[in-house]
């Protein structure tokens, strides 16, 4: 059985500034992972996912994660934050059944 | 791309009473389609795995009898919630798996949000 832990659960931001969400897994096989994003009274929407192939991985709206085999990582970043950002972020894992196992999310609020 | 939709958006019943939450693929075909349930401020929890077709599996802890699954069709899942109360408020989310070539993908629809009074 695999399981998810999102290290922090509220993450404030100012506009144009950084932001990382850390998400950690643990599972005794390989894993696929991903990072979903959901607006507010909205369902999830798919932000990357690391399959196999380049650690780097490169999603939507200038979001990029880096999966860490050794740390059994797999963080999420994005150089400049914009006030449409705000929303809760979710980090899940897969063992290639497509049961996802969900983090319990980070809340994202960007601010002016 | 892909689209998943539910019905009803949002529903508010009785206690007591059965509730039926339609999960559609819209443009695609979907063996696979799955039931997830999130609390409020938590994360989701997946519910069961709807199979075409077949019976659907249940996570362990979940109610088969309960959460009546049923995927009569390759682009429409149903859950039921039978004799509902008010701890099965929640906010019911399905997805389903699309098959494009290799590559495969797991949409989710917007979400039922199901009160019960």
């Known amino acids: 059985a695999q399981s998810v832990t999102q290290l922090d659960s509220q993450v404030p931001v100012f506009e144009e500034a950084p932001v990382e969400l850390r998400c950690n897994y643990s599972?005794?096989?390989?894993?696929?992972l991903f990072w979903y994003v959901q607006y507010p009274n909205q369902g999830l929407q798919l932000l990357l996912k690391?399959?196999?192939?380049?650690?780097l991985v490169k999603g939507i709206n200038g979001f990029e994660a880096e999966f860490n085999k050794s740390q059994t990582s797999f963080h999420l970043r994005k150089p400049s934050v914009h006030i449409s950002d705000t929303a809760e972020y979710f980090c899940a894992v897969s063992e290639g059944d497509y049961k996802l196992s969900f983090g319990a999310g980070t809340t994202v609020t960007v601010r002016a | 791309g892909a689209v998943v939709s539910q019905h009803p958006s949002r529903v508010i019943c009785k206690s007591g009473t059965s509730v039926k939450i339609e999960c559609r693929s819209l443009d695609f075909q979907a063996t696979t389609m799955f039931w997830y349930r999130q609390f409020p401020k938590q994360s989701l929890m997946l519910m069961a795995t709807?199979?075409?077709?077949?019976?659907?599996?249940?996570e362990q802890g979940v109610e088969k009898d309960k959460f009546l699954i049923n995927h009569a069709s390759l682009t429409l899942s149903t859950l039921t919630v039978t004799s509902a109360h008010p701890e099965d408020s929640s906010f019911y989310i399905c997805?389903?798996?699309?098959?494009?070539?290799?590559?495969?993908?797991?949409?989710f629809g917007p979400g039922t949000r199901l009160l019960v009074l």
């Open positions: 709807s199979n075409e077709g077949s019976k659907a599996t249940y």
């Open positions: 997805s389903a798996i699309f098959l494009a070539g290799e590559q495969e993908t797991q949409y």
């Open positions: 690391y399959l196999s192939g380049s650690t």
């Open positions: 599972s005794s096989v390989s894993v696929y």
